[in-house]
């Protein structure tokens, strides 16, 4: 089984964000588990894609975002990682591209 870490920061439902759900929505998951690191607001509670992917039944991760930038986004995705351990860490977007790289 292969596991695919998907990490998004944006809060609506674009053309990228439709395509991930999609996505994931379609993928043989007897052979890839994926897993939704998206960024959420805490002080916003949610946003539609956080709503959106939470009733896909696939698993969803907060990545907690107090600033834009931060050592609790760093730390929330190392959890993330040592938790599921995934085999491809695929990020969508300048935000997650540079938070990927750490």
Do not use: C
Not at 32 to 54: H, K, P, Q
Not at 72 to 89: E, F, G, S, T, Y
């Amino acid at each position: 089984m292969i596991k695919v870490l998907h990490i998004i920061a944006s809060p609506v439902i674009g053309g990228a964000e439709r395509l991930l759900l999609e996505l994931s929505n379609k993928i043989d998951r007897t052979r890839i588990t994926i897993i939704l690191g998206l960024f959420f607001d805490e002080a916003y509670g949610g946003s539609d894609m956080w709503n959106e992917a939470s009733k896909t039944g696939l698993t969803v991760e907060p990545i907690r975002i107090k600033k834009w930038y931060g050592l609790m986004q760093i730390i929330d995705l190392i959890k993330i990682i040592r938790r599921h351990q995934p085999d491809i860490i695929h990020s969508h977007g300048y935000k997650t591209n540079i938070l990927g790289l750490f």
